[in-house]
């Protein structure tokens, strides 16, 4: 699991508040929680370890009301499929500051899980300066760590358990 954001811009800290926040809960074997805050490759360089799923916690603006928590399974583009100057431009921001370039580099480097799920928070605004969130988005940090313990509870259920 990895929070990103920027701890600087209100809202858009949304995921490394998470991720903190299941950093200090018993959770199961195998789980790794990272917060990459807005640095990508340190997402891409821990997915070479290989891993079987992904949850990334983010602010996802989607015209939603601020504080909706949304489950999405994101469509990542093949960078093979793209031109010399898209692939270019896909590598040459070495911090790969948004989830969606992350997972692109990483899926091109043969690196990311087959199951990836984005839990994702509506912000009220993600630009805004302040190390606070806002407080739709603070109450909407229970929110998601439950959706991400629903999603651990059936990513690591048993095969064969029903699921």
């Known amino acids: 699991m990895a929070g990103v954001g ?12 998470v991720a903190r926040r299941l950093e200090a809960m018993d959770l199961p074997d195998g789980v790794r929680v990272m917060e990459t805050g807005i640095s990508g490759m340190t997402l891409v360089q821990e997915l ?3 891993y079987d799923a992904l949850i990334v916690m983010d602010t996802v603006d989607r015209g939603r009301p ?22 270019h431009q ?3 921001d070495t911090h790969l500051a948004t989830p969606s370039r992350v997972m692109m580099m990483a899926k091109a480097m043969g690196a990311l899980p087959d199951q990836v799920l984005l839990v994702g928070c509506q912000p009220v ?10 407080p ?6 229970d929110v998601a760590i439950t959706e991400v313990g629903a999603q651990l509870e059936r990513l690591c259920a048993p095969v064969g358990s029903g699921e």
Not at 8 to 17: E, K, N, P, T, Y
Not at 66 to 87: V, W, Y
Not at 136 to 141: K, L
């Open 6 to 17: 920027n701890t600087l811009r209100s809202d858009d800290g949304f995921g490394v508040v």
């Open 48 to 50: 070479m370890e290989g």
């Open 66 to 87: 601020p504080g909706t928590i949304m489950l999405i399974e994101p469509d990542i583009p093949d960078a093979h499929l793209m031109s010399h100057d898209q692939r």
């Open 90 to 92: 896909l590598i040459a």
């Open 125 to 134: 605004d993600a630009e805004a300066l302040g190390m606070d969130l806002s």
């Open 136 to 141: 739709e988005v603070a109450a909407a940090v």
